[in-house]
């Protein structure tokens, strides 16, 4: 685990631990342990201008599987706190739909410098509410590539999810969640990152979506290397979507 100590030795050879921290946390397969808390407060949602307020749990947890291959396992626990978001339908509070993801990924960089992973989606009905969630299994392929040149990093993740099971009087589950982002890094472990999260429902053809721009820093808290970001949400789309938001996330960070 990194300490102030590290951090200031490796700062006066000019490299920075918490650069190379910040650098790595732009990349969804780098071999870092990671566990985001994730706030996300919507505002505006629909007829009955509703809010929602989303803690997305997401630990990233990278294995080495053989001398040239990682998987990267990503989950995402979604507790919701919402409010008239479905017109006058009163306040829900729980556990929504979990999303399970498995990248494989080359360790090093392949032709082009190109960093890549793919694998399997998985959607869990874990909602504790049935208006928190599809009451749908899914399953489907995701996949990330992106490019890191200097302080800059850009590039795109996608998934794709098929409801394969649930009941039978909720709709199938037909969605392509897209997401291109662009970061800057800045000494200091400091970076401002630009993406959008769109999200494709193929069986009600709609699309709806947010634009993030997120300020971040990393930190130490006595030995714990952490990260905080916060920055504003714009929303898009049709259907219940939010008009504008506030996303806020700590990260607590395991280099090895």
């Not at 032709?111 to 793919?118: D, E, K, P, R, T």
């Not at 392509?176 to 959008?196: C, V, Y």
């Amino acid at each position: 685990m990194l300490s102030f100590l590290a951090i200031a030795q490796e700062e006066s050879s000019g490299t920075s631990a918490a650069d190379e921290l910040a650098k790595k946390l732009q990349n969804p397969v780098a071999s870092l342990i990671s566990v985001p808390f994730q706030n996300n407060f919507d505002f505006g949602i629909g007829p009955s201008n509703g809010s929602r307020y989303t803690l997305n749990f997401q630990p990233v947890i990278p294995m080495s599987i053989s001398e040239d291959w990682n998987l990267i396992a990503r989950v995402i626990v979604p507790v919701i706190s919402q409010n008239n978001v479905f017109g006058e339908s009163g306040s829900q509070s729980g556990l929504s739909d979990i999303v399970l993801s498995g990248f494989f990924s080359p360790k090093e960089p392949t032709s082009g410098g190109l960093i890549w992973g793919v694998g399997p989606a998985i959607l869990v009905p874990t909602a504790t509410n049935n208006l928190l969630g599809t009451q749908k299994f899914g399953l489907g392929p995701t996949a990330v590539a992106l490019k890191q040149s200097g302080m800059t990093s850009f590039g795109v993740l996608i998934n794709h999810i098929w409801s394969v099971a649930g009941n039978a009087d909720r709709a199938n589950v037909n969605s392509t969640f897209f997401e291109p982002f662009i970061a800057q890094n800045f000494p200091g472990g400091k970076a401002i990152s630009l993406n959008t999260e769109l999200t494709q429902n193929w069986e009600a053809g709609l699309a709806s979506g947010s634009v993030n721009l997120v300020g971040s820093k990393v930190l130490m808290f006595g030995k714990q290397a952490t990260q905080l970001a916060i920055g504003p949400r714009l929303h898009y789309g049709k259907g219940n979507t939010a008009s504008w938001g506030i996303r806020a996330a700590f990260v607590l960070l395991f280099p090895k």
